[in-house]
Structure formats: C-alpha cells, structure tokens
C-alpha cells in the first residue's frame, strides 16, 4: 500500500474517532443529568409532572445519542468521499427509522 | 408496572452498578445480568426488564466508546460495517419475537451460549495477534498499541461473512431479550475472525449501541419502558462501568477469557431451566 494514502486513511479514521467519542461523551452526559434530575424529582414526590418530562427528555436523548453519533460517520464518510461506508452508514440510518416506523405502528395497534 | 419506591430505586442501582461493572469487564454491555435479574429476581415482566436492559446497554455502550475513541481500540470500519447487520437482525427480532414461543427461544439461547463458551475455553492461549507492526492490516483490520506489552499489535480480518451472519444473529437476540448481543459476537471475532480479545470487545462495545436502540425504541412504543426505573438502572450501570473500565485495563487477557466464558456457563443454564418450564 502507498505510504501517502496510508497515512491519509490512518488521519481520516483519527478524526473520526475524535468526533464520534465527541458526540456520545455528549448525548451520555445530557440524558444522565435528565435521568438524575428527574429522579431526584419524582422520589420527592413533588412536580410530578416536570419529573415526568425531564425522564422523557432523558430517555429520548439516550436513544437518539447512537443514531446521532452513525449520522456523523454518514457525514464525515461522504465529506470524504468514502462511499462504501457512507452507503453502510447510511443503511444503518435507513434501519433505525425504520424501527421508529415500527414502533409508531404498534404503538397505533395497542 | 412497578412503583417506584426509594428503597426499589436503591436496589436497581446496585444491580445496575454490578451489571455495569461485569458488562465493561466483559465487553458484554451488562444486559445478560440485568434481564435475569430484574424477571427472575425482582418478577418485571420479561418485556419490561428487556427494555430497562437496553436503555442500559445503550448508555453503556455509550460512555464505554466515548473512553475509548481515540485509543484506535474501537475498531470503527469493521463496527460500521457490522452493525448493517445487528440492526438488521434487531429490527427483525422485534417481528419474530411475536412468532416464536419464548421456551424455544430460551434453550436455542442456552444451548448456543454454552458452545460460545466452549470455544473461549478451548481458545484461551491463542491470541490471533500478527507482532509485525508493518504487515498491512487490510481496509478493515486495525493497529492499536497495547500496554501489557508495550507493543502495536497489528491484525487482519478473516472470514467476514461468518462475523456479518454472528453480528445478524446478535442482533437479533439482543432485541428479543433486551441485551447487546456482544456475549456472541466477541468471542466469535475473537476466535473465527483474527481480531484480538480487546479490539473486539471495544468494537462489538462500540456496535451495542446501535443495535440495542433499534431495540428499546421499538419497545418505548408499545410503552414498555418505565422512565423512573430505567433511569434508575442507567445511573447505576453508568457508575459500574466506569469502575470496570478502570479495572478492565490492569486485568489480563487470559482472565477475562475465563471470566466469561464462566459468565456464559451460568447464563446458559439458567437460560435452558427457564425455557422448559
């Protein structure tokens, strides 16, 4: 292999790694202080109903935390040019809608 | 659905913290202790505690990468890869989920765990690790440095399709019994596939994430996740993780190996029971 495009990969895959550890140190820190928060506040027993909202708040950016951190690999990989994992990335998108899709469909059912 | 007391918060924290502490051990994503756990011991239903589960996985998953990101462990190109597959087979789990009989999902579940944990044992001193640092570790092989040895352990990957067909299948338990999924694929990276112990823990660590979210959200849907107590088993887990993780790296290789292939043997048993009830 070319030293030259070795070293271009190893950087792209360096840059990855730093933006990607970014975006889930993020997503872990904001919905583990909504979780807190809204623990601490529904085990007082008082604002029931702001409780409520800051464990949903908690719960939703935790579930989006791994979405957000393919979505970035989806767009570090095409601003790269890399198509193959910008396709697989972005297969994995596709697949995470589509269990969105399916839990609006139960949630319709039931 | 439970009420959520103080003192049922307390205890969920703990087992979150001791699964969180195993899972980052292990690389398994502490799942495969919480499920029992919270169905067997505290008597959650089972699509209860498979969903508290996952939202734990997710966090583990998470936080444990966020560490790591930047050490070249995590293999990225492979995971990415990978997780066409988990996620692919974790969407689908949540459909055959309504098909199968849990009890035959059960023993498949034992059964198969017990054979992984057979291969770890039969596998322990192998470690698939190639000591020339300038051998091209191909597009989706990896190089990271490994302090136990001081060295750069460099690696190729080898037969891909039986890790894809592993990632799909994990994926596809990880949904239906609300854990990662890892309790499958590291061992069969590690011991099919060429990759080091450590880079497939990280790396399957890494996908977990993934795969348990197309899980869990399909089971926030059919609104089978209790905020308060996952929360509860989140901070627990989060807390576990991170003093697993600070073990994890004075631990040996060849003690986690048995240590979860010990693991696996417990999960496999108590696994097959349940299912013939």
């Known amino acids: 292999m070319n030293r030259a495009t070795d070293t271009a990969a190893e950087g792209a895959a360096r840059r990855l790694e730093t933006v990607v550890g970014g975006v889930l140190r993020a997503g872990v820190m904001l919905s583990s202080v909504c979780l807190a928060i809204g623990l601490l506040l529904s085990l007082s027993g008082s604002a029931a109903s702001a409780a409520a909202l800051v464990l949903q708040i908690g719960i939703l950016v935790l579930l989006a935390t791994p979405v957000a951190r393919v979505l970035v690999s989806t767009v570090q990989y095409i601003s790269e040019r890399d198509w193959p994992f910008a396709s697989l990335t972005l297969i994995v998108l596709v697949e995470l809608l589509a269990s969105v899709v399916a839990a609006l469909i139960f949630n319709k059912k039931l | ?277």
């Open chain 2, 1 to 277: 659905m439970p009420v959520v007391t103080a003192s049922l918060a307390l205890i969920i924290f703990l087992a979150g913290t001791v699964a969180g502490g195993l899972g980052a051990l292990l690389g398994l994503g502490g799942g495969v202790f919480l499920v029992p756990f919270l169905n067997l011991v505290l008597g959650f239903p089972f699509g209860v505690a498979a969903a508290i589960s996952l939202t734990t996985v997710i966090a583990t998953s998470s936080s444990v990468s966020a560490a790591r990101a930047g050490k070249q462990l995590i293999n990225m190109k492979l995971g990415m890869l990978l997780e066409v597959a988990t996620a692919g087979g974790s969407l689908l789990g949540g459909v055959t989920a309504q098909m199968i009989a849990q009890g035959t999902l059960q023993k498949l579940f034992g059964i198969l765990s017990a054979i992984v944990a057979m291969i770890m044992l039969t596998r322990i001193t192998r470690r698939n690790v190639i000591l020339d640092p300038n051998i091209d570790p191909g597009v989706l092989g990896g190089r990271y440095h490994e302090d136990e040895s001081g060295g750069t352990v460099t690696y190729r990957v080898r037969r891909l399709p039986v890790a894809i067909v592993a990632s799909f299948f994990a994926g596809n338990v990880s949904s239906l019994l609300g854990i990662g999924g890892g309790f499958i694929k590291v061992p069969v990276l590690n011991a099919w596939c060429g990759i080091p112990l450590r880079a497939a823990a990280a790396t399957s660590a890494f996908m977990i994430g993934v795969t348990a979210t197309a899980g869990a959200v399909i089971y926030y849907g059919h609104g089978q996740l209790p905020a308060a107590l996952a929360a509860t088993a989140v901070l627990g887990v989060q807390l576990g993780s991170w003093a697993g993780m600070r073990f994890g790296a004075s631990a040996s290789v060849k003690w986690l190996k048995i240590l979860m292939a010990a693991v696996l043997f417990i999960i496999s048993v108590m696994m097959f029971s349940r299912g013939l009830r």
